[in-house]
């Protein structure tokens, strides 16, 4: 099992541009994350998927948009990148104990 | 408002020096506190869930404990391996967005 595979690793924007973060997990898990983690802050809720076809604001949804394609699949659109998007992107899914599983990481600068 | 503060900040310690790490919370109802470990550029890695006060997971040298207002994690006899950030997190029980609140974390070092 890979478990939850993020692409891409590392991402430059320019103010503006926009581009999709890539997420998958194959554990069959239903529910699905996105955080963000910011040097000095917690890790902070993005949106998340409860099941296929449906999808919430988490804490700090403002600028993105999310797709849960299918029960595998959970991505994460910036639509018009600003600076106060760097950070880097987590991704995760809930399985036993309700515990969540995290992804490697996307980390993000936009200039 | 979930909040969870874990102290210290940081923390340095010899090899074999035994010790705790603070995550004190508050929610409105919880359904379970999570500890992870996140080694740098690394997701974070599951460690522990704790679902109500008294209980105890233990793992190598590590053990959570939780009571009603905050969990420790205590490192016993830690090695340079054991070196990395940990993370404490809430999943409240009450309605809201379905995901982690997590505290700042604490990052440990120990030096051999």
């Known amino acids: 099992n890979a478990g939850v595979t993020q692409t891409p690793k590392f991402q430059v924007l320019k103010t503006g541009q926009s581009m999709t973060l890539q997420c998958a997990q194959d554990m069959n898990h239903n529910s699905m994350y996105w955080y963000r983690q910011d040097p000095g802050m917690g890790l902070r809720l993005i949106y998340y998927s409860a099941s296929e076809g449906t999808t919430d604001k988490g804490e700090v949804p403002n600028g993105y948009n999310v797709s849960r394609l299918n029960k595998r699949e959970f991505s994460l659109r910036l639509e018009s990148a600003a600076p106060s998007q760097t950070s880097v992107y987590f991704c995760?899914?809930?399985?036993?104990?309700?515990?969540?599983?995290f992804g490697p990481g996307t980390r993000l600068t936009v200039l | 408002e979930d909040q969870v503060t874990q102290s210290p900040e940081a923390l340095r310690l010899q090899e074999g020096e035994s010790s705790s790490l603070n995550c004190s919370y508050t929610?409105?109802?919880?359904?379970?506190l999570f500890w992870y470990r996140q080694d740098p550029g690394k997701g974070p890695e599951f460690l522990f869930t704790l679902y109500s006060a008294g209980e105890e997971k233990e793992k190598e040298r590590l053990k959570a404990t939780l009571t009603k207002k905050e969990s420790f994690l205590h490192i016993t006899a830690p090695k340079p391996e054991d070196s990395a950030t940990y993370l404490c997190?809430?999943?409240?029980?009450?309605?809201?967005?379905?995901?982690?609140?997590f505290g700042k974390g604490t990052h440990l070092i120990i030096q051999p």
């Open positions: 997190a809430v999943h409240p029980s009450g309605g809201g967005a379905d995901g982690l609140t």
């Open positions: 995760a899914s809930r399985g036993l104990l309700d515990a969540q599983y």
């Open positions: 929610v409105s109802g919880l359904r379970g």
